[in-house]
């Protein structure tokens, strides 16, 4: 099935060079059948770049899925021009002022995470958001710097400092094999990870709602999720594509020359070598086990009944 997204997506275009399959607005209406509705709060600079990633893997789903993105009204973001948000993005206060339902809530990560959580320009409509999630959205999903935010919000976990950033591919284990949300995963598996800072380890495995189903070694949590499996918080970035890292390797050296490149990322070490993609896989599974059995499989068909 095919994912559903506003009509001259900038998106599409990607997408369908990739051979994925996804419908506009008007080819939607003429079938019969009530997609998932997942609201995506893109935080990230580069809107068009999360956009295609995150759409790469809502899209390989057997199930159809409506796209809705949203923006923060307290933040304007520098990176995207205003044409772009009013044609494809709704503010936030207008799915929560309009009483909005969806199945599904994504947030992304945020280059804010050297802040404290309060100190972050949009953390009260952040808190609004999540607030409205609760009673208003079956599931939710929440990435890197969210996943941190979301796990503050809701348990009161905060989030340390790193002596170095986590920046690099590196390999995580599953710990709880039977939860729906790693089905089919392989025992170990690679992820990119990009953050300066950390949720607090202990208190996440001592939470009792809490699960936390895949760790790195190097890189620490990398996914953790509520028992009811309503909340999922993932800290590494599997939507990213293979010259993401790099990208943001070069943004870093032009504030800091002493910015270590991406560990276990360049090809034999070489900077600006990119390498495969090794980590795709397993990424698009684990949207799809959220759609699937955290989503889909429990969602109730008329959204007003979401409690």
Known sequence: MPVKVPKNLPAIGFLEKENIFVINDERALAQEIRPLRIAILNLMPNKIATETQLLRHIANSPL???????????YRPKNTND??????????DAVIGGRQKFDGLIVTGAPVEKLDFTSVAYWDELRSIMAW???????????????QAALYYRYGIGKTPRDKKIFGIFRNKVLEPNNPLVRGFNDTFLTPHSRYTEADTDKVFAEKDLDVLAVSDDAGLYLAASKDLRRVFVFGHGEYDA???HLEYMRDLEKDPLTEPPKNYYLNGEVGVLPPVLWRAHESLLFSNWLNYCVYQNTPYDLENIR
């Open 64 to 74: 159809q899925v409506e796209a809705v993105f949203l923006h923060t009204g307290s």
């Open 83 to 92: 044409r772009h948000l009013e044609s494809f993005y709704l503010p936030t």
């Open 133 to 147: 999630a609760e009673h208003n959205v079956y599931s939710s999903m929440y990435i890197c710097w969210a996943a």
């Open 243 to 245: 010259e993401t890292l």
